[in-house]
């Protein structure tokens, strides 16, 4: 089946560690994203990647980093710089000229 | 910069009810997208409007796109318990450019 996958799907992290998400998609999507959302909020947009090799900032890219050296994966990586990261952490794809983005399950991420 | 505002907020309704919620941008948009998220699950699509005027339905679910392009509306009929959860719009403005959230909706459907 294709899909959007991301794991841990519940992850600790004690303050100071940096810690990576994982987001692996098999829908041959080109562009891929990053999203985070806290209670009572909508989806905020941290980094996104149209193509391998290359990614931007989102609006709230601060103390995150982001790699694609594969079409199919987008880790995040959730540094010590990054200074409240207790959230849930969502994956997206789409097809390059796509509006529709698919959502991967969601890692929620809690730091003790 | 662009935003949505969702509203209502939060609901809470009798099983059997029907639903209403809508969204209203600053800006224009040429894609309207509805979501809906279950508890601890990330977001699925419901519903995609390309048009302005444009009215589609999903089974019990119904959304048009407004004709100003600065709004959306999503209505839902005779609820049922497994609609509850957290419906969210979200407006396109070109291909391959942001997608912008708005807020949520948190319905909750009581028995």
């Known amino acids: ?112 | 910069g662009q935003q949505l505002n969702q509203s209502p907020q939060s609901m809470f309704i009798q099983e059997g009810e029907d639903v209403s919620m809508n969204c209203t941008s600053s800006s224009i948009f040429n894609t309207w997208l509805w979501y809906k998220q279950d508890p601890g699950e990330g977001p699925v699509l419901l519903i995609a409007l390309y048009k302005a005027g444009e009215l589609t339905s999903n089974g019990r679910l119904t959304a048009q796109f407004g004709i100003t392009r600065k709004d959306s509306f999503l209505n839902i009929s005779a609820s049922i318990p497994s609609d509850v959860g957290i419906y969210f719009c979200a407006g396109h403005y070109n291909q391959g450019g942001k997608l912008i959230f708005g807020q949520g909706t948190e319905l909750s459907v009581k028995p």
């Not at chain 1, 810690?19 to 098999?26: A, P």
């Not at chain 1, 149209?50 to 994966?73: C, H, L, M, P, T």
């Not at chain 1, 990261?85 to 991967?104: D, E, N, Q, R």
């Open chain 1, 1 to 112: 089946d294709g899909g959007i996958t991301q794991s841990p799907k519940y992850l600790f992290r004690k303050e100071g560690q940096n810690v990576t998400l994982s987001c692996e998609q098999n829908l041959n999507h080109d562009a891929m994203y990053w999203y985070r959302q806290d209670p009572g909020q909508g989806l905020r947009l941290i980094y996104y990647s149209q193509i391998v090799n290359d990614f931007q900032k989102g609006d709230i890219a601060e103390g995150y980093s982001v790699s694609r050296e594969k079409k199919e994966s987008f880790p995040l990586t959730v540094t010590s710089a990054q200074k409240n990261p207790t959230a849930f952490y969502l994956c997206a794809s789409t097809y390059a000229s796509g509006t529709v983005k698919f959502f991967g399950p969601g890692t929620r991420l809690t730091v003790l």
